[in-house]
């Protein structure tokens, strides 16, 4: 297994002062995957007055020592290094109620989570891998580590760490992984709202459709506002999947950017609320859109996501059954009022919200491709789209006499009457056109 040299010296640091030390976890298992792991961890039977005596001559990180992490700051990276230890019970589901020091480095290992990260490897001393990490790797599964009811409960995140795991790795949750991840998932509840949000994201971003419908009762754990809508008949002509389903393939569908994978998570969620039967059976969900915005609006508070984020994805979702079209004269406003950026993510929301329905029928692609390049086109002229971007100013119209509110409101007509093409952006013809409009603020407060 390949090392990094700065990573190498400070095994053979450890191991020049009489201590056992491995690369352990994530970077192991992501190296036996062919993957370049984005860092790495030690661990050592070396105490933390230990470490820091071998690494005194360099800059050491001492936030985890009552826990046995020193961190040594090297020029090419920190470096984790934890002494073997085992953990008490987690009675919060969150952090364990002790930490004890081991000798071993099986010790430390049986703390872990799943079997493919409860591997170490030393230059030296070869694999630990104590709990078949390496077949099970290799067989593509997801094992915990000894008993997986116990893992679930000591820390309840680890089973969101092992949906994503199961679809970021290709791995699928033997019986009693699964079993015991789906019956302890209501753990959930007592882990930070931001630890659950900041997995959930990552798994957004790797996950397949069939990873969302496997473990569609976790997320419904985790999210409570997704649980009924798993397995719900929409009674449409128009979607052959039940709502989570569908959900789950728009979800795959859109591009693997978080305010994309949020907006396309959430886009439905107000279905439930809305859902009324006709006289012949049909379902309907008027005003599903605007009531989805509500709920993805809770939802992202309460799982404190950064605000950037949610004032993204809530006008996403809010906006996401009024169509764009390919009409450039509509686009242009549109663009003027909400910004490509905006427009792109609508588009793509939308086409994979139409391409989810399951039914075979059209689903909108030429159109949706239509739309696209009229918008790449807009973009490409630089089109004028605010006020910043007319070719005259306030001082302009000052020069011609206007003074004033008179100056805002004849800007915003000339932007108005170049929006709609009745004008065009050039100087001469905007002021031409000003020249004929009242020049002064008509409003007078009352004396």
Sequence with gaps: MYLPDYIQNCIAALEGAGFAAYAVGGCVRDSL??????????????????????????????????????????????????????EGDYRD???????????????????????????????????????????????HILRAVGDPEA??????????????????????????????????????????????????????????TEDLCRFAPILGAAIPELAPMIGFDQHSPHHAYDLFTHTAHVVAGVPA?????????????????????????RGHFYGHARESARIADGVLRRLKAPTALREAVVPLIDRHM??????????????????????YALLAL????????????????????????????????????????????????????????AIGVCLNTLLGEVLEQRLPNEKRSLLAFAAGQPKTDSYRKDS
């Design 33 to 86: 995957l062919g993957l370049t792991p984005h860092d790495y961890d030690l661990c050592t039977n070396a105490l933390p007055e230990q470490t820091k005596e071998v690494f005194h001559d360099y800059r050491l990180v001492l936030a985890g020592e009552k826990h046995g992490t020193v961190t040594v700051v090297t020029p090419e990276g920190n470096v984790e290094i934890t002494t073997f230890r085992t």
């Design 93 to 139: 589901s969150r952090h364990p109620d002790w930490v004890k020091f081991v000798p071993d480095i099986e010790g430390d290992l049986s703390r872990r989570d799943f079997t493919v990260n409860a591997m170490a490897y030393s230059p030296t001393r070869g694999f630990a891998d104590p709990f078949g990490g390496r077949i099970d790797l290799q067989n």
């Design 151 to 208: 893992r679930f409960s000591e820390d309840a995140l680890r089973i969101l760490r092992g949906v994503r795991f199961s679809a970021k790795y290709g791995l699928t949750p033997e019986g009693a992984t699964l079993n015991a991840m789906i019956s302890q998932a209501s753990l959930l509840e007592k882990i930070a709202r931001e630890r659950v949000f900041d997995e959930l994201g990552k798994y957004l971003l790797v996950a397949k």
């Design 257 to 281: 950017e978080p305010v994309l994978r949020w907006a396309a998570l959430l886009h439905d969620t107000g279905k439930i609320a809305t859902f009324t039967r006709d006289a012949t059976g």
């Design 322 to 343: 009024t169509r764009l079209l390919p009409d450039p004269k509509i686009l242009r406003r549109q663009a003027a009022k909400f910004g490509f950026p905006f427009l």
């Design 350 to 405: 939308q086409e994979a919200d139409m391409g989810s329905k399951g039914t075979g029928e059209d689903d909108g692609s030429i159109l949706f491709a239509e739309t696209d390049r009229l918008l790449h086109q807009l973009e490409a002229e630089h089109a004028c789209l605010s006020l910043k971007d007319l070719a005259v100013n306030g001082n302009d119209l000052m020069a011609l006499g206007y003074s004033g509110r």
